[in-house]
């Protein structure tokens, strides 16, 4: 499975900014989907995931209430859709999909497959 991750941008601090992610030479069928991000100098980070199959979002502490993912099954594309950015928002922010389970879910080795990364900047 091939991912793709665009829709990054440079943003103003309270902007909102939709990040997808489409598959390709496969499907998310029967993964589980998630979001990471890398800040410069920082280890990578859990941002959101969703079970492909159905069952609610996780959330990272740190985006909850502002950021949500959402997947469209028949495009095999996954959202993220971001509001109320801040500064420390600023990553590159990566897709992934594998066999991540609930208590795993966060980790990035549960995550077989990943995109190449899009860089999202938020202003002061």
């Known amino acids: 499975v091939q991912l793709q991750a665009f829709g990054g941008g440079l943003v103003r601090a309270g902007d909102s900014l939709r990040l997808s992610c489409a598959a390709s030479?496969?499907?998310?069928?029967?993964?589980?989907a998630g979001w990471f991000r890398q800040a410069p100098g920082k280890e990578r980070e859990f941002v959101a995931a969703?079970?492909?199959?159905?069952?609610?979002?996780y959330y990272a502490d740190s985006v909850k209430n502002r950021f949500i993912v959402s997947r469209d099954n028949p495009k095999n594309i996954m959202y993220l859709q971001m509001s109320s950015l801040k500064p420390e928002d600023t990553a590159v922010y990566y897709c992934?999909?594998?066999?991540?389970?609930?208590?795993?879910?966060?980790?990035?080795?549960?995550?077989?497959?990943w995109g190449q990364g899009t860089q999202v900047t938020v202003s002061s």
């Open positions: 992934a999909a594998g066999n991540a389970i609930l208590s795993s879910m966060h980790t990035s080795g549960a995550y077989k497959y």
């Open positions: 030479g496969g499907t998310f069928s029967g993964y589980t």
């Open positions: 969703v079970r492909w199959s159905g069952g609610r979002p």
